[in-house]
């Protein structure tokens, strides 16, 4: 169902240079607050919006994660969108966006496009390390900065940048991992 608000939102992640899955989940944030009221978004007190946070916590058990992309989809809409600067963005635990994980298969094709073999088991990294390996690879073959911050959802450019000081012993493990993952990735697609 897409609205105005919805639209906005959208557009409004867009020029501040969201992905996608970071826009689908902020939007998807921001869809489940206006359901609960049953009312649109700009007509939310400051004290219902505390509510809220307040229900999915202590009520609903959501995880930190969930919690974590709720306020921060929440906040983005209403400090860029709405324009407000209420007093509860401002303490929610979460405060900095965050990017999202990426999906299993996000890394799988990424690395399956990087083009590169060799080999150690999988299950012992981690998404974080093949996120931040892949960013590596990229910026050795030469991508440029600003679409690796866009692509890691990082909201600094200064984020980004802690790839540019790599040793080359940095350089040489990172390229192992991902030659070690590519190995684990042709194993299973061939089982």
């Known amino acids: 169902m897409k609205t105005e608000w919805y639209d906005r939102t959208i557009q409004a992640l867009q020029l501040n240079g969201k992905g996608e899955r970071t826009q689908q989940a902020y939007a998807r944030s921001l869809r489940m607050l206006t359901q609960f009221y049953g009312k649109a978004p700009d007509l939310i007190t400051e004290q219902e919006l505390q509510d809220y ?3 999915r916590k202590n009520v609903d058990h ?3 994660n969930t919690m974590r992309i709720c306020y921060c989809g929440i906040r983005f809409f209403y400090q860029h969108v709405l324009q407000r600067n209420w007093h509860i963005l ?3 635990n979460g405060a900095k966006d965050a990017p999202l994980p990426m999906a299993k298969s996000s890394v799988q094709g990424a690395f399956r496009r990087a083009k590169v073999t ?3 088991h999988k299950k012992a990294v981690s998404v974080h ?3 931040h390996s892949y960013a590596t690879h990229l910026l050795e ?4 900065l600003r679409a690796i911050q866009r ?3 990082h909201a600094q450019l200064e984020t980004t940048m802690v790839y540019l000081h790599l040793t080359q012993k940095g350089q040489e493990d990172a390229c192992q991992l991902i030659n070690q993952v590519m190995e684990g990735l042709d194993h299973d697609h061939h089982q």
Not at 141 to 144: E, F, I, R, Y
Request: avoid cysteine.
């Open 118 to 120: 060799a080999g150690i």
């Open 90 to 92: 401002g303490i929610l």
């Open 151 to 153: 692509y890691m959802g």
């Open 62 to 64: 959501w995880s930190p």
């Open 129 to 131: 390390t093949l996120r």
């Open 53 to 55: 946070f307040l229900h």
């Open 141 to 144: 073959a030469g991508v440029n």
